[in-house]
């Protein structure tokens, strides 16, 4: 248990830095932007420290919390940055663990160049009890090669609380399937 609340902990400094460097020049731009960026990232780091109680959460409410982190990244990437969400409700109730999709959408935005003439797309869809994550590659000109920690965490995590895998596969599309738990371990 003590591996798994470490592995937790490794997750949240580098989203809160990029959101407030955002929110920095926000500011300066528009006041009333900066007032819904502040409300949108409050419910974010509220998830987020609620989270950290729980080892699982229902997808449902994973979903309303990325629908807050997506906010944030479009208000820093505006047109450039685009989501394309398919949720079947059947999986409402399933359990994966908190912050999961954060840590992947954060993941594809982290890795990939997104500008005026690469936008990015992310599509996030479930599939036979998966929730899979799917991004064009489209490698940054000053690659910033990742420490791997995000993905190799949230691996971790899936083999200690569920003892199950997450998939990741690369050719032009970078995809990471992971399992959906229709009960609480």
Do not use: W
């Not at 505006?78 to 993941?107: G, H, R």
């Not at 899979?132 to 690659?143: D, E, G, M």
């Amino acid at each position: 248990l003590n591996q798994y609340e470490a592995l937790k902990n490794q997750l949240n400094p580098h989203m809160l830095f990029n959101s407030l460097n955002t929110l920095r020049s926000l500011v300066r731009e528009d006041q009333d932007k900066a007032q819904e960026y502040i409300q949108e990232l409050s419910r974010v780091l509220r998830y987020t420290l609620q989270g950290n109680d729980s080892k699982s959460v229902f997808l449902k409410d994973e979903i309303e919390f990325v629908s807050a982190y997506i906010f944030l990244l479009k208000m820093r990437f505006e047109d450039n940055l685009s989501f394309d969400i398919c949720i079947d409700n059947k999986y409402a109730n399933y359990y994966l663990p908190p912050m999961a999709v954060q840590m992947l959408i954060e993941n594809a935005v982290k890795h990939n160049e997104i500008s005026d003439r690469h936008p990015l797309n992310i599509r996030i869809y479930t599939e036979e009890e998966e929730l899979i994550v799917t991004n064009p590659v489209q490698p940054k000109l000053t690659a910033t090669t990742g420490t791997g920690i995000g993905l190799a965490n949230l691996a971790k995590r899936y083999h200690l609380l569920y003892k199950r895998e997450i998939q990741i596969s690369e050719n032009e599309q970078f995809t990471i399937r992971i399992p959906l738990i229709s009960s609480a371990s």
